[in-house]
């Protein structure tokens, strides 16, 4: 790792932000709002997304294209280039003058240019990137884009996590980059409207493209196409054909005011980031500062009324009010993420807005007060549990049924799932995880996981936190919990509320008797595999020691550096 971080290349990330606004947008279809009503999903799915470039790539140079959504030099050759596109939705539109704004405030150059689409100022700049000798990831979707793909520039997809190189467009379109756009001239595009030869689809552009080569080629050669309809779709719609190349091409020389070295990535500056944060109430992603925010992030401290319960007497008063309730939130403190090797650490209910109690039943640790015994507590509790009728909320709920089971009880009355709920609402969305949602739904930032039980080497098991500590974070949890249901479960309407209660509720009974029960496995099987797959592997040991000419050890990072870099002379790639 060292030596190919030494040799690499350095970087130039061009975003294509045109893209990231759509998607986000898209993504998120709840529209987010602040307390003004102003609109805030796109920008706020926008933010995510870049920093998420940014954690995981970490760029040495960085620019973010937009359109300026102006007429371009494509109009003037086809007026009806994009003409199918609709306008967009008024929610978006009040929140496009933002985008520039937030780019800059990471310091990060923000580029656009009347009459040219953010493609071709993105084409312009990554053949500058590596004729500057640095490596060009274009971050896109967009596969227009991709007729860039070249040794030194490759595309990232964030959305399905995937780069492509040149393989990856053979794959896809059957053709090399360097071919695309005569293959797109061929068949078109829709979603730009731009027209191609009527009538001829991927399959038979990819196939005329790799026997002649060129646009200029299959005219050169129609006679000699043997289909009678496609030779005369061909010779109808010549010029179009002609036409489409242009359009799809794009314009890798527009005159810019920027160089590429004055693009490189410096620090956000976290005081107008923070600034344009509480301006939109993205209260979880505002960052201490030397600068105090404008408003603080929300939580429920003034309201909330948390109990831990100790004592039997304050165990049995609690529970004559849970056997009164229709409905309540349960969360599981444990001691393993993995349900089936779990034990319970403690268990927090909630039936009331910012109201929650936490039972401790095996905390662990020097000084922890007395608890209450666990078995006695389940017991107690399990007619409650196991009670169909009483309808029991919770959040990835699966987990915990698995946990109650292992422990000897039956959940039972299962009737709301925010994470199954907020899947359901936005399929899309990247994560359904308590923080984000609370985030999102309640514009509540809860205490994490890791707040309590630490990081890294001082990272400790939940039953060595703290029970005042536990109590706030796994009380919290019911509270949020109960306060999705309320916030969600009004949400799905018609269908959605069909699959809700009619597929989704009923897998997770299923789907947890799976997990309990596990599969069966043939041994023997396995074991015919296991040693069929160890002779494979020492016959590619065999053929890599031929290779390199020598032996060494193949699963040393710095040894294969040495084979492949400075034995071989391949060049290094991130």
Request: aromatic residues 10%.
């Given at each position: 790792?060292?030596f190919?971080?030494?040799?690499s290349p350095?970087?130039?990330y061009?975003?294509?932000g045109?893209?990231?606004i759509?998607?986000?947008f898209?993504?998120?279809?709840?529209?987010l709002?602040?307390s003004?009503g102003?609109?805030t999903?796109?920008?706020?799915?926008f933010?995510?997304m870049l920093?998420?470039t940014?954690?995981?790539?970490?760029?040495?140079y960085?620019?973010?294209?937009?359109?300026?959504?102006?007429k371009?030099?494509?109009?003037?050759?086809?007026?009806?280039?994009?003409?199918?596109?609709?306008?967009?939705?008024?929610?978006?539109k009040?929140?496009?003058?933002?985008?520039?704004?937030?780019?800059q405030?990471?310091?990060?150059?923000?580029?656009?240019k009347?009459?040219?689409e953010?493609?071709?100022?993105?084409?312009?700049?990554a053949l500058?990137?590596?004729?500057?000798?640095?490596?060009?990831?274009?971050?896109?979707?967009?596969k227009?884009?991709?007729?860039?793909?070249?040794?030194?520039?490759?595309?990232?997809d964030?959305?399905?996590?995937?780069?492509?190189?040149?393989?990856?467009?053979?794959?896809?379109?059957s053709?090399?980059p360097?071919?695309?756009?005569d293959?797109?001239a061929?068949?078109g595009d829709?979603?730009?409207?731009i027209?191609?030869?009527?009538?001829?689809?991927p399959?038979n552009?990819?196939?005329?493209?790799?026997?002649?080569?060129?646009?200029e080629?299959?005219y050169?050669?129609?006679?000699?196409i043997?289909?009678t309809?496609?030779?005369?779709?061909?010779?109808?719609?010549k010029d179009?054909a002609?036409?489409?190349?242009q359009?799809?091409?794009?314009?890798?020389?527009?005159s810019?005011?920027?160089?590429?070295?004055?693009?490189?990535?410096?620090?956000?500056?976290?005081?107008?980031?923070?600034?344009?944060?509480?301006?939109f109430e993205?209260?979880?992603?505002?960052?201490n500062?030397?600068?105090?925010?404008?408003s603080?992030?929300?939580?429920?401290d003034?309201e909330k009324?948390?109990?831990?319960?100790?004592?039997w007497?304050d165990f049995l008063?609690f529970?004559?009010?849970?056997?009164?309730?229709?409905?309540f939130?349960v969360?599981?403190e444990t001691?393993?993420?993995?349900?089936?090797?779990?034990e319970?650490?403690?268990?927090?209910?909630?039936?009331?807005?910012?109201e929650?109690?936490?039972?401790?039943?095996d905390?662990r640790?020097?000084?922890?007060p007395?608890?209450l015994?666990?078995?006695?507590v389940?017991?107690?509790?399990?007619?409650i549990?196991e009670?169909p009728?009483?309808?029991?909320y919770?959040?990835?709920?699966?987990?915990?049924?698995?946990?109650f089971?292992?422990s000897?009880?039956?959940?039972?009355?299962?009737?709301?799932?925010?994470?199954?709920?907020s899947y359901?609402?936005?399929?899309?969305k990247p994560?359904?995880?308590?923080?984000?949602?609370?985030?999102?739904?309640l514009?509540?930032?809860?205490?994490t996981?890791?707040?309590?039980?630490?990081?890294?080497?001082?990272k400790?098991?939940f039953e060595?936190?703290?029970?005042?500590k536990?109590?706030r974070?796994?009380?919290e949890d019911?509270?949020?919990?109960?306060?999705?249901?309320?916030?969600?479960?009004?949400?799905?309407q018609?269908?959605e509320?069909?699959?809700?209660?009619?597929?989704?509720l009923?897998?997770?009974q299923?789907?947890?008797?799976?997990e309990?029960?596990?599969?069966?496995?043939?041994?023997?099987a396995?074991?015919?595999?296991s040693?069929?797959?160890?002779?494979e592997l020492?016959?590619?040991?065999?053929?890599?020691?031929?290779?390199?000419g020598?032996k060494?050890?193949?699963n040393?990072?710095?040894?294969?550096?040495q084979?492949?870099?400075?034995?071989?002379?391949?060049?290094?790639?991130?």
């Amino acid at each position: 790792k060292y030596f190919i971080k030494m040799t690499s290349p350095k970087t130039l990330y061009l975003i294509d932000g045109s893209s990231y606004i759509f998607r986000a947008f898209y993504g998120i279809r709840q529209f987010l709002s602040n307390s003004k009503g102003f609109h805030t999903n796109a920008l706020y799915g926008f933010v995510n997304m870049l920093q998420k470039t940014l954690r995981e790539n970490n760029p040495d140079y960085l620019a973010v294209v937009f359109d300026t959504g102006t007429k371009t030099f494509r109009h003037k050759l086809y007026p009806k280039y994009k003409a199918n596109r609709s306008e967009p939705p008024e929610e978006l539109k009040e929140q496009f003058p933002h985008f520039e704004p937030l780019v800059q405030a990471y310091n990060i150059a923000a580029l656009k240019k009347d009459g040219f689409e953010a493609d071709d100022i993105i084409a312009t700049l990554a053949l500058k990137g590596i004729e500057k000798g640095l490596y060009v990831t274009i971050v896109s979707g967009d596969k227009d884009l991709m007729q860039l793909i070249r040794p030194g520039i490759n595309m990232l997809d964030t959305m399905k996590n995937k780069i492509f190189n040149t393989e990856d467009v053979i794959d896809k379109f059957s053709v090399p980059p360097d071919k695309l756009t005569d293959t797109m001239a061929l068949m078109g595009d829709s979603s730009d409207n731009i027209p191609g030869i009527s009538g001829v689809g991927p399959k038979n552009a990819s196939e005329l493209i790799q026997k002649y080569g060129s646009l200029e080629a299959i005219y050169e050669n129609l006679e000699n196409i043997e289909k009678t309809k496609l030779r005369e779709k061909l010779e109808k719609d010549k010029d179009m054909a002609f036409l489409s190349r242009q359009l799809v091409t794009l314009d890798s020389r527009v005159s810019l005011d920027v160089k590429i070295s004055e693009l490189e990535y410096k620090k956000p500056n976290q005081e107008k980031v923070n600034e344009l944060f509480n301006r939109f109430e993205f209260s979880s992603l505002i960052k201490n500062t030397d600068s105090k925010p404008v408003s603080p992030v929300q939580t429920f401290d003034s309201e909330k009324n948390y109990h831990c319960i100790l004592s039997w007497e304050d165990f049995l008063g609690f529970i004559n009010k849970l056997n009164k309730k229709d409905a309540f939130a349960v969360d599981l403190e444990t001691s393993c993420i993995k349900p089936m090797g779990a034990e319970i650490i403690g268990i927090s209910i909630s039936f009331k807005k910012h109201e929650a109690f936490y039972i401790p039943v095996d905390h662990r640790y020097m000084g922890v007060p007395d608890q209450l015994n666990k078995f006695k507590v389940l017991e107690t509790l399990r007619p409650i549990l196991e009670n169909p009728e009483i309808k029991k909320y919770g959040h990835n709920i699966k987990y915990d049924l698995i946990v109650f089971r292992n422990s000897g009880i039956d959940l039972k009355g299962i009737g709301f799932d925010s994470m199954i709920a907020s899947y359901i609402l936005n399929p899309s969305k990247p994560n359904h995880n308590m923080d984000d949602l609370a985030m999102e739904y309640l514009n509540h930032k809860t205490i994490t996981y890791k707040d309590i039980t630490g990081r890294g080497s001082k990272k400790i098991g939940f039953e060595k936190v703290e029970i005042g500590k536990a109590t706030r974070y796994a009380a919290e949890d019911a509270d949020v919990t109960w306060l999705f249901h309320q916030k969600l479960a009004p949400l799905l309407q018609n269908e959605e509320l069909k699959l809700f209660d009619e597929l989704e509720l009923p897998l997770i009974q299923t789907l947890a008797e799976m997990e309990i029960n596990g599969i069966f496995v043939d041994h023997e099987a396995l074991q015919v595999l296991s040693h069929k797959i160890d002779n494979e592997l020492m016959q590619c040991e065999t053929s890599i020691y031929s290779l390199a000419g020598e032996k060494f050890s193949i699963n040393s990072p710095k040894q294969l550096a040495q084979i492949l870099f400075q034995k071989l002379k391949l060049p290094p790639v991130k």
